[in-house]
């Protein structure tokens, strides 16, 4: 007799698991973004990413355990034993190595294949009609590349889910077993598993992690925020000039004028002295 596992869709179970560990990580992996822009360090490039990396392997390793014993339990009434979140992490984290590299060479040669295609389609169609709008030629030529290329990952995309899900079947028919508590009882199992049985210990644990996430975040962040960026220095503002008032104006004109009069009418003396001086001598 086959197992009851064995009638479920590989891609409809990896997807419920691996779609449930997700959402069930992501809010850690986004605390742990956010501490590291605090403290100046991207966490898409060097050490920030190695360091985001890293601490998403135990999130991931404790999501995948925790929604793969809940889909068990919820759509197969099956009980899983043992170590399932650390099985069903290495074993999707080589799969996933395995896929990806495989459509790193399959989607470049894609493109690469897709846009020489795109380009002598074009130029054939120039051929009949050489009035044809660049706008038309752009979307024409994005959706001859495009299409093929999204095809194409989507297919690695299944194949990944497919091999995903025909793992967590073996680890199911090798560690589960068929619950027979009433349909009441599985659902507190359920709630049992995401939340313990001391919900006083669990909210005092919680609320000391964010008072101490929070203590780290303002001790991580920078004395003067937004810190510029040395690719995108800040633009030196001009300061304001003071508004004209034309009677000021006026008036240091003309006393600038008199300063000027004065000063000339000085030099006209002095030159009236050397002037008759020499003729006396």
């Given amino acids: 007799m086959a197992h009851p596992v064995e009638n479920l869709s590989s891609i409809k179970l990896a ?31 060097g050490a920030g990413l190695v360091t985001l990396l890293v601490v998403s392997i135990p999130i991931d390793i404790w999501a995948v355990g925790l929604t793969a014993r809940t889909v ?6 099956m009980e899983i034993r043992g170590p399932v ?4 992490w290495w074993q999707g984290a080589v799969l996933g190595a395995l896929v990806l590299g495989g459509a790193y ?16 389609i074009i ?8 009035a044809l709008p660049i706008a ?18 989507l297919v690695f995309v299944l194949l990944w889910l497919h091999l995903f899900g025909w793992r967590v079947k073996r680890v199911v028919v090798a560690s589960g077993q068929t619950s027979s508590a009433s349909f009441v009882e599985r659902v507190r199992q ?8 001391d919900p006083t210990l669990v909210l005092v644990s919680f609320a000391g992690v964010i008072v101490t996430l929070t203590v780290v975040f303002w001790v991580l962040l920078p004395v003067t925020t ?8 800040l633009q030196q503002v001009q300061k304001a000039s003071k508004p004209v008032k034309p009677e000021e104006l006026i008036n240091k004109t003309e006393a600038t004028l008199k300063k000027a009069e004065a000063v000339l009418a000085a030099l006209e003396k002095e030159k009236s002295r050397e002037t008759t001086k020499g003729k006396s001598k």
């Fill in 105 to 120: 060479y399959a989607v470049g040669t894609t493109v690469a294949v897709g846009q020489k295609v795109a380009a002598a």
């Fill in 85 to 88: 979140g650390v099985s069903l």
């Fill in 123 to 130: 130029a054939l169609i120039k051929k009949f009609y050489p």
């Fill in 226 to 233: 937004p810190t510029p960026h040395p690719d995108y220095p």
């Fill in 15 to 45: 997807w419920a698991v691996a779609w449930s560990a997700f959402w069930t990580g992501f809010p850690f992996k986004l605390i742990v973004a956010l501490l590291l822009l605090a403290g100046q360090v991207h966490p898409w490039e």
């Fill in 136 to 153: 038309e030629q752009i979307t024409l030529e994005l959706l001859l590349w495009t299409i093929p290329t999204a095809i194409v990952l």
């Fill in 190 to 197: 359920w709630d049992y598993a995401r939340v313990p049985a």
């Fill in 72 to 77: 068990f339990l919820e759509r197969l009434s």
